[in-house]
């Protein structure tokens, strides 16, 4: 019997919460959606990732370049540099975070990932999955950009081409993703669906009076630091 080949895709979000890492932990590979349609108007897990600001969850965002005709995929976007985001971006996680137990051990590799060169999105993106996944002790060579694999196909269709096409037998969904994928689909293609089922480990937030789930990698990094982050993804 072929052994089981697992494999996630997802788009490159901006500081991702815990359930995405756990995705890249529990994977054989992991897929970078970055081929995808960027949507034209609104926010998207892209460019924006709820934090704790002012003892509450709010949205952290990054400006986008929107100034085009037509579509643009993720891998053809721009975060705005005509403004200083990555100052404004610092400055929240200092204001919010600085007295956070483990802020200065994490703060300084943090300041290098917001202030990578490049102003293209799934590449500032992916930089900061894949030194997240080398800090938090995960296998980041199986991390790939679905711009590097050719495949055709739109929806589910594609997200079948792209688990055949790095030789996988099996494909990790995350739990809401019936609500838009085709599931038989996974099953004419003979690939196995796995649902993801990832619970929210809860920890202690030096700067809530309750929990907040949901947050950015960011939050459980200053208050858990690497190796408990770590630790939170096998619980």
């Known amino acids: 019997m072929r052994a089981r080949k697992l494999v996630a895709i997802h788009q490159p979000n901006f500081f991702p919460w815990l359930g995405y890492f756990a ?24 460019n924006r990732v709820q934090m704790i600001v002012g003892g509450k969850a709010a949205w ?16 053809e976007m721009h975060f705005n540099s005509a403004t200083p985001w990555r100052e404004h971006l610092l400055k929240v996680l200092q204001t919010n975070y600085g007295r956070a137990p483990f802020y200065e051990k994490v703060a300084p590799f943090l300041t290098e990932l917001v202030n990578q060169p490049t102003d293209m999105i799934a590449d500032y993106n992916m930089t900061i999955v894949r030194a997240l996944a080398g800090k938090l002790e995960l296998d980041n060579s199986k991390l790939v950009a679905s711009s590097a694999i050719a495949v055709c196909g739109q929806a589910t269709e594609m997200l079948c081409a792209l688990v055949h096409a790095v030789g996988g037998t099996a494909y990790l969904a995350g739990g809401g993703a019936s609500d838009y994928q085709e599931d038989a689909l996974f099953v004419q293609n003979n690939i196995e669906l796995i649902y993801q ?39």
């Open 23 to 46: 995705k890249i932990a529990r994977a054989d590979v992991f897929i970078f959606l970055d081929c995808v349609q960027f949507p034209k108007t609104g926010g998207t897990w892209t």
């Open 60 to 75: 952290v965002s990054v400006p986008v370049v929107r100034i085009y005709h037509g579509v643009r995929r993720i891998d």
């Open 197 to 235: 089922n990832f619970q929210q480990p809860v920890y202690p937030q030096f700067n809530t009076t309750e929990f907040v789930p949901g947050l950015s990698i960011v939050d459980a990094l200053m208050n858990c630091g690497f190796q408990g982050t770590r630790a939170l993804l096998e619980s």
